[in-house]
C-alpha cells in the first residue's frame, strides 16, 4: 500500500466505528458533533462529507503494524485519538475565538459556546469509553495513556492561555505548551496501536518517541502557515492569524526573545484593539529579520530526522518503515509561502 | 457515628488523598483549582479553609460499607464524585454565567472562561484517572461507572442549554434533564462504593436507585432554592436567580405548562434583556400560582420516601441504615422560606 491508500484504509475502518460510537450521544450532543465533523448542515441535513485527512487514526494503525499486530487491533485506539483531536479542535475554537475551520463557520459560532463544549467534552469521555471497552487485554495501558495525553493537552492549552496577557514568556516555554498541547497527542496515535496489540516496552517507547518528535515538527510547520499561510492553506483563516490572535507559537516566542528586535514587537502586541493590516505585516517581516522563521523551519527539519532516525531503529519491514517516513515527511514546511 | 461525624470522617479521609491527586496537575491549572477550591485566594495566598459539605464522598463510603466493605475500600470512588461534582460546578458557572459561588467570585470572573473550563475538564481527567490505578479489583467497573456518569451529565447540561432558548418544553423534559445533570452524580456516589469492594449486583442495583431518587429530591430542593431561597441560603446569590437566569426548573416547567397561566410566564421570559425585580416576584408568583411549587416539594418528598423504602430493602446494621435515610433527608425541603 502507497500512503494515500494507507489512509484511505485507515478511514474506511474508522468511520462505521465512529458512526457506531456516536450513536450513543444525546441527540443534542449528537447535531453539534455531526455538524462540527462536517456530516451535517446547521439544520441537521446531511451534507456532501469533507472528511479529516485521517493522519492520526492512520498513524495508530501503522503503530499496531510495527508492534506486531495487524490494522484492525487498533479500531479502538484509532478512534481514540480521532475523538481527542476533535475534542481539542471545538474547544480551542472557543478558546480562541477562531470563527472557522475547515472552510465552514466552527461549531460555537453555531450552535454557541456551551453546546461547543459539553459537544467537544463527550467526545473526551468517549474516546476513554471506546477504550475501556476494548477486547484487547491491554487495554487499560491505552486508557491509561490516553488519559495521561488528554491531562498533558489540558495542561498544554492552559499554558498557551498564559501566553494571551503577557509577552514575557521563553522559547523553552513555548516549546514545553507545543510538546504538551499538540505533540503529546501525537505520541498517543503513534504508540497506543502497539500498546494495544501487546508490542514490547522499547517497540512502544520508540514509537512514542517517533510520535512527540513527528508532533513537534507538525506544529512549526503548523507555526508557520499561522503567519505565512496563505487562506488556501488553511482552511480559509486570513495572513496572519496567529500574530493577530497574538498567540504564543515558536517563531513568535523566538523573535520576542530577540536583544534588538524583540521590544519592538512587544510594543505591537501590547496595542489595544485589533492589529491593523500593515501592523500585521509589520509583525510578520519583524519574525522572519530576527530568524523566528529560520529557526521554526530547522526545527520541524530536525524533528522529521529525528523521528526518522527513531524509527530506524526498529526492526521493521521496509514498506512499513516507508509508510513512517512519508508520514513524518508530512511536517516539513516545505510548502509554506515566503 | 452520627452524620456530622461521618461528614467529618469523609473529609478526613478524602482530604490528603485530593492534595496527593491534584499535586500532578500543571502549576497553571493547579492554581484555578486550588482557588475554585477555598483553598487559596486569587494571587495564590493560602485562606482559611470552607469545605464543601462532603455529601457525595460520605456516600461513597457509606456505599461501601453497605457493600460489606469499609470506608477505606472507597476512596478512590469518593474522590472521583468530589472531582465530578466540581467539574460540574466549573462548567455550569461559566454557562450559568453565574458570578458568585460559596459567597466568592466564581473561577472563570477571576481567572477567565477558557482557564475555568480547562481546570474543570482536569479534574474530569483526574476523576477517571485516581480508579484506574486504585488497587480495587473492581475498578475497572467502578470506572465504567464514573464514565457513563460523566456521559449523562453531558447530555444533561447539553440539554439544559436548549432551554434557555426556548420555553415550551414539557415537564417531562424538565425531569429527564434533573435525572442526568444531577441525580446520575448522585447514583453514582450512592453505588460506586459498593462496586469498589466488590458488592454483588442486587445491592449496587439498590444502592444507586437509592441515589436517583435522593439526586431527584436534592435538585427539586435546590429548584425551589433558585426561587424562593434567601441569599443566606444560596451562597450569596441574589433571591429568584433561577428566574432571571430563565432556567428550564422543575417549578418553572411545571408553570409553564399550566393552561392559564403559562402564557403568562412565557411572556415575561420572552423579554429582551434582565428582568426587574417586580418583574421576577410577578414570576414567582405565578409558579406559585400555578401549583408548581407545591408540585415539586411534593416530588422532593415522594424521592425522599422512594430512597428510603429502597435503602429498607437491603440487609443493613440499624446505624448504617440510619446514615442513609438523614443523608436522603437533606433532599427534604423544609427550611425553603415561604
New interface residues.
Given amino acids: 500500500m502507497n500512503l494515500p491508500e494507507i489512509l484511505g484504509e485507515a478511514r474506511t475502518l474508522v468511520t462505521p466505528a465512529m458512526t457506531d460510537a456516536l450513536s ?3 441527540p ?2 449528537r447535531r ?1 458533533v455531526d455538524y462540527h465533523m462536517g456530516w451535517r448542515d446547521a439544520d441537521g441535513r446531511p451534507v456532501q462529507r469533507r472528511g479529516s485527512k485521517s493522519v492520526r487514526p492512520a498513524l495508530a494503525f501503522l503503530s499496531a503494524q510495527a508492534g506486531g499486530g495487524e490494522f484492525r487491533g487498533a479500531v479502538s485506539g484509532a478512534l481514540a485519538v480521532e475523538f481527542l483531536n476533535n475534542w481539542a479542535f471545538l ?1 480551542d475554537d ?2 480562541d475565538r477562531d470563527r472557522f475551520r475547515r472552510q465552514r463557520e466552527t461549531a460555537w459560532v453555531v450552535f ?4 461547543a ?3 467537544g ?2 467526545l ?3 474516546a ?2 471506546v477504550l ?1 471497552e476494548s477486547d484487547s487485554p491491554m487495554r ?1 495501558k491505552a ?2 495513556l490516553a ?2 495525553t ?2 498533558r493537552m ?2 498544554g ?3 498557551d ?2 501566553f494571551e496577557r503577557r509577552f514575557d514568556y521563553t522559547v523553552a516555554e513555548s516549546m514545553t505548551m507545543t510538546q ?1 498541547k499538540t505533540a503529546s497527542l501525537m505520541r498517543c496515535a503513534t504508540s497506543i496501536g502497539a500498546v494495544l496489540v501487546g508490542a514490547d516496552d522499547r517497540t512502544v517507547d520508540t514509537l512514542a518517541d517517533f510520535g512527540q518528535c513527528v508532533g513537534v515538527a507538525f506544529q512549526a510547520r503548523d507555526d508557520m502557515l499561522g503567519i505565512w499561510g496563505t487562506p488556501d492553506q488553511t482552511g480559509g483563516r486570513p495572513r496572519g492569524f496567529d500574530i493577530k490572535a497574538r498567540k504564543g507559537t515558536l517563531p513568535i516566542a523566538v523573535a520576542l526573545n530577540d536583544e534588538t528586535r524583540g521590544d519592538d514587537l512587544r510594543k505591537l502586541f501590547g496595542q489595544e484593539g485589533e492589529l491593523a493590516d500593515w501592523q500585521v505585516e509589520r509583525a510578520s517581516e519583524l519574525i522572519t529579520a530576527t530568524g523566528g522563521r529560520e529557526w521554526t523551519e530547522s526545527l520541524a527539519r530536525r524533528m522529521v530526522a529525528q523521528a526518522t532516525a527513531a524509527i530506524s531503529e526498529l526492526d521493521l519491514p521496509d514498506d512499513v518503515r516507508d509508510h513512517f517516513h512519508q508520514l513524518a515527511a508530512m511536517g516539513l514546511p516545505d510548502d509554506v509561502s515566503r
Avoid: N, W
Wanted: glycine share 6%; aromatic share 2%; proline share 0%.
Fill in positions: 450513543r450521544l444525546s443534542e450532543i453539534v474547544i472557543v478558546m454557541g459556546e456551551g453546546q463544549i459539553c459537544a467534552t463527550a473526551l469521555t468517549l476513554q469509553q475501556l487499560f486508557l491509561d488519559m495521561d488528554s491531562a489540558l495542561a492549552q492552559t499554558l492561555m498564559t504538551s
